[in-house]
């Protein structure tokens, strides 16, 4: 997770679509489990049942996977910084993390490297990214510890899903996360700002993969 402008973050908790578990995104979600006193968000952390470290596992690294899905050297970018970002998480002590407001100092060049790999990728890698700005990026180790209520589902998101539907001809598979109701919708701003970005990242890979689908035009 990465404090800035709400425009600088993708968070770990990205998009579920097709791709295995990997031992990282696990270990940065347990870590989060494990911390969670220190940013009191265990209580939303807990809500998520048993086995949240898998499946906040699995989304995180979802987003690696897509950006690597483009085949271009500034998406590799992205996702090899993301995964140097994640792998510090996964490396913290609880001691690391402020008591304030989850900030994890020793993280913030990594969160920075993540960052600027994202603005110099443009618009090549889903979304627009050049007007982002890198300026006091801060990483951080929370989860749900902010509350803000009345974000409503992004149509970015609405569409994705209809593509998703679509292409895979089931329904309800990203309503938990990206449904009117899902969870990218009932935190911070900022989550559902970077629900709406990965939504945005996922439909042109999807658009570009399924030409004939206009639901994901």
């Avoid at 489990?33 to 979802?62: L, P």
Wanted: hydrophobic letters at 30%; aromatic letters at 6%.
């Amino acid at each position: 997770m990465m404090r800035s402008n709400p425009l600088t973050v993708v968070a770990l908790c990205a998009l579920t679509l097709s791709c295995g578990s990997s031992s990282q995104g696990t270990a940065v979600c347990s870590k989060l489990k494990q911390c969670c006193s220190v940013t009191s968000s265990c209580d939303a952390i807990n809500s998520n049942g048993v086995g949240f470290e898998d499946r906040c596992g699995i989304e995180g690294d979802a987003y690696t996977a897509t950006m690597r899905s483009y085949k271009n050297q500034a998406c590799d970018k992205i996702a090899d910084t993301f995964d140097k970002y994640l792998a510090c998480l996964a490396a913290l002590q609880c001691a690391d993390i402020s008591a304030t407001d989850g900030h994890v100092a020793k993280c913030d060049s990594a969160a920075l490297d993540y960052c600027t790999a994202q603005k110099l990728s443009g618009d090549a890698c889903g979304g627009d990214r050049r007007n982002m700005s890198c300026d006091n990026v801060q990483a951080t180790a929370t989860f749900g510890a902010t509350v803000t209520t009345g974000s409503k589902q992004s149509s970015t998101c609405k569409k994705l899903i209809a593509c998703y539907d679509a292409v895979s001809g089931t329904t309800g598979t990203l309503d938990s996360s990206y449904g009117p109701n899902g969870t990218c919708w009932s935190t911070t701003q900022a989550t559902a700002d970077a629900c709406t970005s990965a939504c945005s990242s996922a439909l042109s890979s999807y658009a570009a993969a399924n030409p004939s689908k206009s639901e994901c035009r």
